[in-house]
């Protein structure tokens, strides 16, 4: 089995097509179906349903080990040019939406400072959408509501955050210092699915409460709910730093008595070893969330665990 292979393969999963696989990887059609066919010759199994333009159950099976296997390659040369120089290589961050709003501006100049070699890739998305990226190998980590639940994942507390109920400036509660979790029960709210954490986290501190939450709507992401908090679209319950004081004019925020603090954590497989330059993205993480996250209002740091150590090698710009 070759690695140009696999790279074939996972080229025309992410791309689409023979053609723009081959675009991507720079070469000729050609090359990208004679990589496959061999392929599916060596495994006697058909990876591409040609017919359909898709992966065949088979092919996406074989996608999510290769996607490991790239991983773990890309890691090889990191690590040794952390052995020698400077540390290099890319690393792929997930990180959903409420948090990378002001942590990563922070985490790109501390990285850039300290790590200029290391390429960022971030993506910004939903807990329940990065959670699968991860464990198929499209991500080296991600910042993410805690807890999860795939079992190949393990996770890093960095912070708490306090909840807040947010509600547009007529509503009754607007001027209110703070209210019950009763108080909740007598207005709608938009929410996340059930099944998500941040849900989870606030059904579980309503439902003690005897109370039952009126959803105007079900969204799947933070963000997005902060978007129509912030046009005074309705009310939610969010993190304090969805929405930024800046922009909290079309709508106010309201402590509430007895609700719990989200978890935000950074997940990895438990499998493999992380590059060095993921290594080092997880330790300016770290550095960052523990001087620079109390900045935030209602983020409360974790304590770097005592595997956080300065684990990867940096020379100074001078000696560049």
């Known amino acids: 089995m070759d690695v140009r292979?696999?790279?074939?393969?996972?080229?025309?999963?992410?791309?689409?097509?023979?053609?723009?696989?081959?675009?991507?990887?720079?070469?000729?059609?050609?090359?990208?179906?004679?990589?496959?066919?061999?392929?599916?010759?060596?495994?006697?199994?058909?990876?591409?349903?040609?017919?359909?333009?898709?992966?065949?159950?088979?092919?996406?099976?074989?996608?999510?080990?290769?996607?490991?296997?790239?991983?773990?390659?890309?890691?090889?040369?990191?690590?040794?040019?952390?052995?020698t120089a400077d540390v290099t290589g890319r690393v792929r961050a997930g990180m959903i939406g409420t948090t990378a709003r002001w942590l990563v501006p922070r985490l790109l100049d501390k990285m850039d400072e300290r790590h200029p070699g290391v390429q960022l890739e971030i993506v910004d998305a939903t807990s329940t959408s990065l959670e699968p990226q991860l464990v198929n190998g499209r991500l080296d980590l991600a910042v993410v509501n805690l807890p999860l639940s795939a079992p190949e994942l393990f996770t890093t507390p960095l912070f708490d955050e306090d909840l807040l109920l947010f509600v547009p400036p007529d509503s009754p509660l607007a001027g209110a210092d703070e209210v019950t979790l009763a108080d909740?029960?007598?207005?709608?709210?938009?929410?996340?699915?059930?099944?998500?954490?941040?849900?989870?986290?606030?059904?579980?501190?309503?439902?003690?409460?005897?109370?039952?939450?009126?959803?105007?709507?079900?969204?799947?992401?933070?963000?997005?709910?902060?978007?129509l908090v912030m046009a005074g679209q309705g009310a939610a319950l969010l993190?304090?730093?969805?929405?930024?004081?800046?922009?909290?004019?079309?709508?106010?925020?309201?402590?509430?008595?007895?609700?719990?603090?989200?978890?935000?954590?950074?997940?990895?497989?438990?499998r493999g070893l992380p590059s060095a330059a993921t290594r080092a993205l997880l330790e300016v993480l770290q550095v960052v969330v523990e001087g620079e996250a109390a900045a935030e209002q209602g983020v409360h740091p974790h304590p770097p665990p005592a595997a956080v150590t300065s684990s990867v090698r940096r020379l100074p710009r001078g000696s560049r």
């Open 5 to 83: 292979q696999l790279q074939a393969l996972v080229a025309v999963a992410d791309h689409g097509t023979f053609s723009a696989a081959a675009d991507a990887l720079a070469t000729v059609q050609s090359n990208v179906s004679a990589h496959i066919a061999r392929l599916e010759r060596e495994l006697g199994a058909t990876l591409v349903d040609r017919g359909a333009g898709r992966l065949t159950e088979e092919g996406q099976a074989v996608v999510d080990r290769a996607r490991r296997i790239n991983a773990e390659l890309e890691a090889i040369a990191s690590d040794v040019a952390a052995l």
């Open 184 to 227: 909740l029960a007598d207005i709608k709210l938009y929410l996340p699915p059930r099944g998500t954490a941040f849900r989870d986290l606030v059904d579980a501190a309503t439902s003690a409460a005897g109370v039952q939450l009126q959803a105007k709507a079900e969204l799947d992401g933070l963000r997005l709910i902060a978007s």
């Open 239 to 270: 993190p304090a730093t969805a929405v930024p004081p800046p922009l909290q004019g079309g709508t106010r925020p309201v402590a509430v008595s007895g609700l719990p603090r989200r978890a935000v954590g950074v997940a990895q497989r438990r």
